[in-house]
């Protein structure tokens, strides 16, 4: 199982940027895939998710945040907008059969948002 993020830089608050993760067939074979991420000394958290039934978003990031499934790249995508530098974190991409999916994990792509 192979998950593979990409996408993540340096950008200024309210800018945007897009994730990417490329995920091999056994990943993206799975119900669910999503974003998680950890900033320095914090705890990793949920930050949005595809599912079988329906997207699914933490509340820090409903309305800024957009997850999409390209079926035909077995690719997930994040598009975030309007950061925030609270949204300064490493990044990773996950797979899984349930929600929230943490089965698999793929390496962080770091995001940093500088106000």
């Known amino acids: 199982v192979q998950l593979q993020a990409s996408g993540g830089g340096l950008v200024q608050t309210g800018g945007s940027l897009r994730l990417s993760c490329a995920a091999s067939?056994?990943?993206?074979?799975?119900?669910?895939m999503g974003w998680f991420r950890q900033a320095p000394g914090k705890e990793r958290e949920f930050v949005a998710a595809w599912v079988w039934n329906g997207d699914r978003y933490a509340d820090s990031v409903k309305g800024r945040f957009t997850i999409s499934r390209d079926g035909a790249k077995k690719t997930v995508h994040l598009q975030m907008n309007s950061l925030k530098p609270a949204d300064s974190a490493t990044y990773y991409c996950?797979?899984?059969?349930?929600?929230?999916?943490?089965?698999?994990w793929g390496q962080g792509t770091q995001v940093t948002v500088s106000s």
């Open positions: 996950t797979a899984g059969s349930q929600f929230p999916p943490t089965q698999y």
């Open positions: 067939d056994r990943a993206f074979a799975e119900n669910g």
